[in-house]
């Protein structure tokens, strides 16, 4: 059911854009399906609490659940951002206090916890994913599959007490229920303790006009604005703000309880500033953001049909949960992508959501040897033109489309 009041403050919504019926961003099955599910994906921003968010969302369970088909694990990207993260917000002492508790919620397959572990400090990952947290259970990190929420969190609290620190990395955007998360959030964390979350940020998918970044999990962007508003209601303020590459721009949110008098950090002063000058906070700026996805959906489209028409073998670089969102929107199916190479042992032998584009091994991609490859990942765009630096000095060519249409190595 779409909705027609904001998910955070009850305010009217403005719908801003519909890129039409979406299937489950991560429903990659062993063959085309007649009756695929699907849901309307329309993404609307709240004037009152500044939430740009999804007026429509299939079931959680339909998301997350026990054969979800993402690794962290598998991008050393990743791996060496965790090891950044908890460096710079575990100092010693929390390490040196043998009663020190950290929460990580969405823990995936435990590679940020690994982190925690090897400091020896107390620890739990939540994630409703059972494959993914049975993966952090084979390293000796201690998880549950469980969705958090306030009834989790009280669970928590009675048996490992209030935590000096709770984590979580690309998953407060996908939980539609944000007054139960808050709440839960409110009852775990310690007085002087911090929530620190990071998540795409809602200022970098406006310049780049990085429309990917909107899919069934994704149910909010954020901005310091509107994560300003929602902590508000909870007695927690936001302290700091900081830039992060990862995901094709994100930010990374430091919260505290509001009774400890902490202000803003000059850091997030001049980044909310920015976002002022954007004007993030007018309904105009959206609305030109839906005519720049429809440019670079014409864009895309035309580029993908005269390399056709040139009998060019075009194939798609990553599996992502993004590239549904773009197939989808963009009216692509085999006819213009052959196949799509990705790394995911789960996803290799089945077809993308909806356009029913076969996933292929990178193996079996090489040894093809496409004319041109669609960078789906393009946020690893560094790491994967090292990893695949044969392929380009060979001739093969890359598309992307954002934060432009065209070629990455063109001369």
Not at 4 to 13: A, G, H, L
Not at 181 to 204: A, D, H, M, T, V
Not at 335 to 359: C, M, Q, R, Y
Request: with cysteine; charged share 25%.
């Amino acid at each position: 059911m779409e909705l027609s009041r904001c998910r955070i403050c009850q305010s009217q919504i403005s719908e801003i854009i519909s890129f039409g019926k979406m299937p489950i961003a991560n429903a990659f099955v062993e063959q085309s399906l007649q009756n695929e599910y699907r849901f309307n994906l329309i993404a609307g921003y709240c004037t009152s609490c500044y939430m740009f968010q999804l007026l429509e969302q299939p079931n959680p369970d339909q998301m997350f659940h026990e054969s979800y088909p993402f690794f962290t694990g598998l991008s050393m990207t990743m791996k060496k951002h965790f090891v950044e993260m908890s460096k710079n917000h575990i100092p010693d002492e929390i390490v040196n206090n043998k009663d020190s508790f950290i929460i990580e919620i969405g823990c995936n397959d435990g590679t940020f916890l690994q982190n925690v572990m090897d400091k020896k400090i107390k620890h739990l990952g939540v994630d409703p994913s059972k494959n993914v947290v049975e993966k952090a259970q084979e390293k000796g990190i201690n998880a549950i599959a469980e969705f958090y929420s306030a009834e989790i969190s009280r669970t928590i609290d009675e048996k490992y007490g209030k935590a000096i620190r709770i984590f979580a990395s690309n998953v407060i955007c996908h939980i539609p229920d944000m007054h139960d998360f808050f709440q839960g959030i409110k009852n775990n964390l310690s007085p002087e303790g911090e929530f620190i979350f990071e998540e795409p940020y809602l200022l970098s998918m406006l310049k780049k006009t990085s429309y990917d970044q909107l899919y069934d999990e994704h149910v909010y962007m954020f901005s310091l604005m509107s994560i300003q508003k929602i902590a508000d209601m909870y007695d927690l303020i936001l302290v700091d703000a900081i830039a992060q590459d990862t995901h094709g721009g994100s930010m990374r949110y430091v919260l505290k309880h509001e009774s400890t008098g902490q202000k803003l950090s000059q850091q997030g002063l001049n980044l909310l500033d920015e976002e002022r000058k954007y004007e993030l906070d007018k309904l105009q700026t959206y609305q030109t953001f839906a005519m720049n996805c429809e440019s670079r959906k014409q864009e895309f489209v035309t580029l993908l049909n005269t390399l056709k028409l040139q009998n060019k073998v075009i194939g798609g670089y990553a599996a992502t949960s993004k590239s549904t969102t773009v197939l989808n929107y963009c009216g692509i199916d085999k006819n213009l992508i052959t196949f799509i190479s990705d790394s995911t042992p789960e996803k290799i032998g089945t077809v993308a959501p909806g356009s029913h584009i076969p996933i292929i091994s990178h193996e079996e991609m090489r040894a093809m040897k496409p004319d041109y490859l669609v960078l789906f990942a393009w946020n690893h765009e560094k790491e994967i033109m090292e990893k695949e630096h044969l392929l380009t000095q060979q001739g093969m060519k890359w598309i992307k489309f954002v934060p432009e249409v065209g070629l990455i190595n063109e001369k």
